[in-house]
């Protein structure tokens, strides 16, 4: 389970389509990494006294939810600001309150809740904006030190330190779908941090905070938080300044959330032999489902919704396997997710899929529109692409 950051409660106490972001190519890589304060790079004071002024908070109200808020970020001089998408779904009217102590009506020029992530636009600023400086989510490394810039719980813009606790996560995006290439880290954050930056030493933002873990049933997760990585919101923006709205490529399949090494490990069989018995390949992303009239159905793909066999006391569908993707060998439903997310409508994708108890075959599915997502009611969540 999830938790999204935004926060209720809040009360509001309160053109140009031209923009230029300010990025960095980072000097570090994954294998390098970072000390903050260290000779090489700026101490975490440092980092916020320059960058917190950029941080704003986000008041919502609707008559529906009622009021409400989070984190933003400016991006520009001419007052965009990145935010997450949950943060004004549904939002009559939007303010923005600057470090300055300013406090400025702002206009939804888009949202796209497949990446969770909403851009607003402040007009007839008073006060001179910070922008921050964008960097490269693909030059981050586990273990590499990360900032957190927030207003958690409406107490004031804080800051929180921590370190990339994994990469390449899969999270659910507010409509369903998944955003993958998640940026996992242990930073303290709380409800109200929801569309603040996450920084990596140099104060260059990485990704944008959006959920924590829950443990649901009682159980207990502390500092498992995630991020959308920065190079998806750079595309993102992009189109939002453009168009106001972003399109996705959908080829309309759910896919079962385990690996077929993943479930040879589970049912404790060699993969070998796993294979053999269910007549599956030894690896790929099983389908458990086919959107009717979807791009993958119209290619011929099926589900396994209607076959399901017990593995392990989990029910499996035993549907078409995915085991590559433009030639890429599969493991899992992220390793397809990650492919189709940097496609457009209308892109065509080779993969290559096995039947169960048949001979793997090419298939080439052209993608369609993503249509506006639905939560699926399901004890496991279903990657859907």
Known sequence: M???LGLSGLEDEGDSKNVSFEEVQSSSTPEEGVNPGGEEGPSVRDVYMRDGPGVVTIYVSSQQAGPGGGSGFVVDENGYVVTNQHVVEGAESVSVSFGGGAKE???VVGEDPSTDIALLKVNDIEESLTPLTLGDSDSVGVGDPVIAIGNPLDVGI??????????????KAPNG???????QTDAALS?????GPLLDAGGNVIGVNSQAASGGLGGVAQGVNFAVPINTVKSVIEQLIETGEVEHGYIGVSMFPLGIED???????SLEDFSAQYGLPQNGAIISKTVEGGPAEEAGLKGGD?????????EVPLGDVITE???ESVATSEDVIEVVNTLKPDDAVTLTVATPGEEPREVQVRLGVQPPGQQQQQPRQQPQQ
């Open 2 to 4: 999830v938790v999204y």
């Open 105 to 107: 009506r702002a206009e």
């Open 158 to 171: 804080s800051v929180t330190t921590g370190i990339v606790s994994g990469l390449g996560r899969g999270i």
């Open 177 to 183: 779908y998944t955003i993958n290439g998640a940026v």
């Open 191 to 195: 409800s109200g941090n929801s569309g």
């Open 263 to 269: 479930l040879a490990v589970y049912s404790g069989q």
């Open 306 to 314: 209607d076959d399901q066999e017990e593995i392990a006391g989990v």
């Open 325 to 327: 993707v433009e030639g």
